[in-house]
């Protein structure tokens, strides 16, 4: 057969041996760089008779499969396989196709190709090794966040690496160790997270071929559950002989959630001392301190020290510790005069520092003589209970004296500090002074001037028989004539005057010398001259005593006033002296004495002058000259301030009440004479009583409690109105007993005679009466009596309240069969006409024998109930009976053993009528129905006698009370 191909085709010219045509492979063969998951299809041609597509077989990779897709176009099959994985990258794909065509023609194509290189690497970086581990709830609150950021195939790259905590970004804070497969990333917070708190990380990063990778995860802080701590306490517990103002002080710690401040409480010996404390340091180790807290000595101290921390977990310590005892006595210190000195100035006062810091210095236990004399009271005391200054502002001392001074206080402790030392006041030194010179020194004088001068010492005093005087006149040689020395009131002032026996030559120089010695032998001369010539000078005005200016002037004295002319005479009748205080003149009496040359003007006030004021005083005076030469003079002094106590007060003998009129049982009056306008100060037993005012004619009357049992010595003392106290006054005694009475008696009253200045009372009372019994099997009673207190004429006392309560005593003639807190007593108040148990309380209660206290006497009631399960027993009592309705209520008071069971009363006359019953019931155990005695018509009952029925029903049971009233106005 012969085949003729034309563009592709060729025509059968025989039997088909031409096997089926395979072309357009894909991928091609030999082709490279291939995709991994390329498919893989080429096509199946045969024009003659057919390709037999049913036996085709498709080999890759030595794996025969299935082709994914044949499409028939004509002859033509495309024949499409899909891999079912992909490639290896850079691997050789072998394929082998065989097929026959329906003229069982068979052909097989092998040929192969290659797959390319991998693709970039897309995977992003991994986050591992948490810690702490998401979702867990142990980590502690300052634990390091850590997590490794790892990738495997580019690596990872560190700058991109980024953490976020609880929404804020913390990427510069960041720890980065490692290489770019594996980074470890580690984060410490710079605040500790809390105690149960969530934590939100979030993290991200890249790898060097930017695929990106992140993560958020959580973990919670673990739960705080331990207290604070107490540490440093100081003292140490169980320490002793700590100083009593040593400071208390400890630390609280909590190093998880810290100490909550406002929960720290501080308990001093059982007081609150939290507000006190100083508190330093922080949340999570305060220091607390209590400053000097000035325990006692010798005592055992309690301290409870109670904190929180913020996670409310509760701490608290207890410990005590022991203060030190005070052995130290006060120190004494800055003593002026130095103890044991000489040549201490003969005015000087007298002082000294006591200390004492521990238990401090007592305030009533000192001791301050001064030779021998008692001057604590003169003294001024100031400071405080540690340092106390002592200053005694005594009177001149004398020259050259020895004092001695005794000095003792104890502490608050008891401890004694005791000195005793002398030192010696300076000798005189100074000599006499002569001053006043008239003539005066280089003046002039007239010729018949006697020489005047005043000579003083104003330490030991002049020696008056060493004043000598010696006189030359230029004209005339020595004059002679009298010197008299007069002492100016009480010195230590003298008046000299040199009456010469010849008048001095006309315009002569008269030179004058002067001696005089001291008592301590201090010399004084005085030389000078003056011209005798014609009366040109006026009068000299001097005040002599008090001086001019002078202070603390008495205020008893006169005032002396020297007036002289040392040329002609005074005047007669020119001298005029005018005392005024406050521009008001003093009234008093001058009396002027001398003459004619010098003159002395006394002026005695009367009254004398007021103390503290300022004294203004005028004098004048003229003399003979012609003309008269006139001098006016003025001049003050200020009067002493009252340092002078006054008199004691002289008391009267006592006048003491029989029988009390008013409610104290111990008052008397005390009356005396004192200082007029200055107050009385009445004492018992040394106990200040009471204080009144002197009248201006200085009488007084000032009424007095006693309060005191037995022996009672009264006094007084007088204060004037500048707080000077006199010395204590006479005295007298005052006996006031404590009386008991013992009484027996059948009746229910007894009478008490009231003691004579009693201020207690005792009584005991024996009743011989039984308890009243009922009709019942369980006793009951009600026994009234009455305690009357009688005066002098027998008559009852109404009103006495004691001071001290009074103790009665009951002994029964019968026994009691009651519980002891079923037992009551009661009085009658007629003032509110009630029964009432104020002032009264219950002291024993035995079987025969009821002890109770009161502070007053009047009638009393003694109630008793035994509570039964059902009502057996109804108590009554009706009071006041007899009764007056003009100005009392009728009161029944009632006690039953049932508090559920209804009380009625019902009042009837003689004739049996009823003229009066209660509203309504009335359910209470114990109570009082008060009746003002009026029928049901309004009408008040007349005098007469009365049956009320008092009945208590329970419903099962039923009690009457049968009760007589007696009406009386």
Known sequence: ATAKYDMGAYEKTGADTYPPYIFDYFPAPASTGNANNTPISFKIYDSLSGVSINTLQLTVNSQQVLPTQITANGLTYLVTYNPATTFNYNSEVSVTISVYDVSNNYKVSTYSFTIGGAPPETTPPTFNNFNPTPNSNQATPNQ????????????????????????????????????????????????????????TVSVYAKDLLNNEGGITYSYSIVTDTTAPAFNNLIPTPGATNIIPTHSISLNIIDNETGVSLNTIQFILNGVNLTNSLNITGNINNYTITLPSPNLSYLTTVFVTINAQDLSGNPGSINYSFQTKDDTTPPT?????????????????????TITDFESGISDNAAIFFVNGIDVLAS???????????????PEDFGYLETIEVTFSIKDKRNNTVTTSYTFITEPDSIAPLVFNHSPSKSGTGAQNSPINFDIADYETGVSVDTVTISVLDSNLG????????IIIGSGPTYNCSFTHDQDFGILSYVFVTINATDVSGNVVTDSYFFIAGEDLGAPIIQALNPSASAVNVPANSTITIKIYDNETDILPGSIFVTVNINNQN????????????TYNAIFTPSPNLTYGQTVQIQAEASDLGNPANKTIYNYSFIVEADTYPPSAPILSTPSIPLAPATTNIGIFTVTGSAEADSTVHIYSNGVLRNSGIVSTNGLFSIQVVITDS???????????????????????????????????????????????????????????????ENDTVELAFLLPFSLNILDASGNIVQGIYFQNPVIVTLNLKEALSYPPDQVSIYY?????????????????????????????????????????????????????????????????????????????????????????????????SYGEIVWDGRDQWGEILANGVYIAYIVAEDGNYRKVKRVKIAVLK
């Open 144 to 199: 390091s966040i850590i997590l490794n950021v790892e990738d495997s195939d580019s690596g990872v790259s560190q700058n991109s690496i980024r953490m976020w905590v609880k929404g804020i970004e913390v990427t510069n804070s960041l720890n980065i160790t490692g290489n770019s497969l594996s980074y470890q990333a580690s984060y410490t917070p710079s605040i500790s997270f809390s105690y149960g708190e969530v934590v």
């Open 586 to 597: 003093i009234i008093g009496t001058l009396n002027i004495i001398g003459g004619p040359v």
């Open 478 to 485: 020595i004059i002679t004539g009298n010197l008299s020395v």
């Open 828 to 924: 009658f108040n007629t003032n509110t006409n009630r029964w009432q148990n104020d002032g009264i309380t219950i002291i024993s209660i035995s079987t025969y024998q009821i002890v109770f206290s009161t502070t007053h006497f009047t009638k009393f009631g003694v109630v008793g109930l035994k509570i039964q399960p059902s009502l057996r027993t109804l108590d009554t009592f009706v009071a006041p009976n007899p009764v007056n309705l003009i100005n009392e209520s009728i009161h029944f008071i009632y006690r039953i053993n049932r508090d559920d069971a209804n009380i009625k009363i019902y009042v009837y006359d003689l004739s049996g009528q009823k003229i009066w019953q209660t509203e309504e019931d009335v359910v209470q």
């Open 379 to 393: 003294a001024n005391i100031s400071g405080n209970i540690n340092q106390v200054d002592i200053l005694y502002d």
């Open 710 to 772: 037995g022996y009672n010595t009264v006094n007084a003392l007088c204060e004037d109105l500048a707080n000077n106290r006199s010395v204590t006054s006479n005295s007298f005694i005052i006996f006031a007993e404590n009386k008991v009475s013992s009484i027996v008696t059948d009746k229910v009253t007894a009478d008490i005679n009231l003691p004579v200045g009693a201020v207690s009372f005792d009584a005991t009372v024996s009743f011989n009466i039984a308890p009243t």
């Open 332 to 352: 004494l210190s800055n003593f002026v005069p130095t103890r044991n000195s000489s040549n201490v100035p003969h005015d000087t006062n007298i002082s000294f």
